[in-house]
């Protein structure tokens, strides 16, 4: 089944394919990034449930790469939530989880690449 | 009140007292000046950030049949090689040369310096000059710091005496050596650690000079000359700090002594690579005036504003800024918050210092004299059509 033109064209949601196994007669595995209208993403869901697709929902989350993190501070000032913030006492940087939407600016703003997801 | 030989002598005798720029600030608040100078003899300075105008000189020992080399590559970035036949420059920002539909990798000269200072190998292409002297046409091997003859940075500007604050006033996010300027004034980025920052700590740099032994990347190094770009004649406040870019200086040491942890590749989304550098600076004590200058705040301490949307040589500012609204996370703009973020990493600017501190401490770095000064009357050359003289007001 055309799992991920389903979702585009019947609830206009963007399915990212991060990893793929599928292969003829066996059950396969899709890990997808799905983007949308937070309604039309729990029917979306919905429907792959009726068609007896197995869901399980990861949500993404940033992650930092402390032996590399040079605590310069230049993504505190693109982070929309001030999950990340340098301390004021140690000057370290300060990631407060809670407090991310995984908008992932920090991403492409880090120059010494110590953020990542895990998707 | 003390002289460089007297210091020398008592950090040979482990008896100094060393403090950090940082220790000396809080003791100035309380103590006064006079008191203090009568107390420390040394006062150690120190930054972290990028410093993109540095490279490495690489000798590489010759081949046989020896080889004069015209175009070479560390891990596919080009280095200079138009001077001796194995003498080679790779500079922190050179990029990899992207083959055809290749993309081109977020790795640049500054990554190799860090890869070969960690003793990483690191792949070497080369093109030669067949002449009588040197028969050979090409080369390719893997090196190591181990395997290669002199290997020593030397950074034509490094150490920025004060720096700017980078906005964009634009509509489009812009991609800058300061990192993403988001639109519309979304942020805003100074690089300048600002009053733990050497040079503001010394501002007529009436300490240092050429020859001046300093903490280059975690080894030993030395002021080779005035920097690039070096513009001592940038406008000053009564503290004598400059309001904007001023003072640079040329820095000189052996990268077989460095370490990793104080030389970092770095990359900028959209601008290219840079190298990030740890560099410290110590000030002997010898009269009260050092005290004075080095307990300058970040509250007396500004840089100017400045609008990337307008891709000119001079752009307009919005004004200027102190480093105490600077470090507080947010500064106002035509009447806006604006929320701001370092690019130098104050964190690690403090541990430059302190290691520096333990250093003199162990009796294992000694203060030097400067064997020339810095010129202090350079004016700054644009060019332009015109040949106007810039005066950066």
């Known amino acids: 089944m055309p799992v991920t033109y389903r979702l585009a064209k019947d609830f206009n949601v963007a399915a990212n394919i991060i990893r793929a196994a599928v292969a003829p007669n066996q059950i396969g595995k899709l890990v997808l990034e ?86 | 009140m003390r002289t460089v030989t007297e210091i020398n002598d008592k950090i040979n005798r482990r008896c100094a007292v060393v403090w ?27 930054t972290f950030e990028p410093m993109e105008s540095s490279g490495a000189i690489i000798n590489l020992g010759q081949t046989d049949p020896p080889i004069k080399i015209r175009r070479c590559w560390l891990d596919g970035i080009p280095a200079y090689a138009g001077f001796g036949a194995v003498d080679l420059y790779l500079g922190a920002t050179g990029a990899v040369e992207a083959l055809d539909g290749e993309e081109g990798r977020e790795r640049g000269g500054g990554h190799v310096i860090e890869d070969l200072i960690a003793n990483k ?3 070497l292409r080369a093109i030669g000059q067949v002449t009588d002297c040197y028969p050979r046409p090409s080369f390719e091997t ?4 181990e395997t290669i003859n002199q290997f020593y940075l030397f950074n034509p500007r ?18 800058t050596y300061l990192g993403p300027l988001q639109p519309r004034l979304g942020n805003a980025v100074y690089s300048n650690p600002g009053a733990i920052s050497p040079l503001l700590n010394d501002p007529d740099l009436q300490l240092l000079g050429v020859g001046t032994r300093i903490f280059l990347g975690g080894g030993i190094g030395y002021v080779a000359w005035e920097g690039t770009q070096h513009f001592p004649l940038q406008k000053r406040l009564p503290n004598r700090t400059p309001v904007g870019p001023a003072a640079t200086l ?40 050092v005290i004075a200058r080095c307990a300058v705040q970040d509250q007396d301490l500004v840089a100017p504003v400045v609008d990337f949307s307008i891709p000119r040589r001079v752009r307009p500012t919005f004004g200027l800024v102190s480093y105490a609204q600077l470090k507080s996370g947010r500064i106002a703009i035509d009447g806006k918050s604006v929320r701001v973020a370092p690019l130098a990493s104050l964190f690690l600017s403090r541990q430059v210092a302190l290691e520096l501190k333990q250093w003199i401490e162990a009796g294992t770095f000694t203060l030097t004299e400067p064997v020339a000064p810095i010129p202090m009357d350079r004016s700054f050359l644009p060019q332009d059509r015109w040949g106007a003289q810039m005066t950066l007001d």
Request: proline letters at 5%; glycine letters at 8%; one cysteine or more.
């Open chain 2, 250 to 289: 040329a820095l000189i040491g052996d990268a077989k002594q460095m370490n990793p942890r104080w030389v970092r590749g770095c990359y900028f989304k959209s601008y290219g690579p840079s190298l990030m550098l740890g560099v410290g600076v110590a000030m002997p004590v010898l009269h009260e005036e």
């Open chain 2, 142 to 145: 893997i090196i190591t710091r």
């Open chain 1, 34 to 119: 799905l983007a949308g209208d937070i309604d039309q993403l729990d029917a979306a869901i919905d429907w792959m449930r009726s068609q007896n697709i197995g869901v399980s929902l990861a949500l993404g989350e940033i992650l930092i790469d402390e032996d590399t993190c040079v605590h310069c501070g230049l993504c505190t000032g693109v982070c929309p939530t001030e999950a990340l913030t340098l301390n004021p006492e140690t000057l370290r940087l300060t990631f407060t989880r809670s407090r991310c939407i995984v908008c992932e600016q920090c991403i492409p703003t880090c120059p010494v690449q110590a953020i990542s997801t895990n998707l």
């Open chain 2, 121 to 123: 190998p690191v792949q």
């Open chain 2, 20 to 46: 950090t720029v940082e220790e000396l600030k809080a003791r100035v608040l309380t103590a006064g000046v006079t008191r203090i100078a009568k107390e420390v003899d040394v006062i150690t300075t120190g």
């Open chain 2, 158 to 175: 490094n150490l920025y005496q004060n720096f700017i604050v980078g906005v964009n006033g634009g509509d489009r996010p812009l991609f």
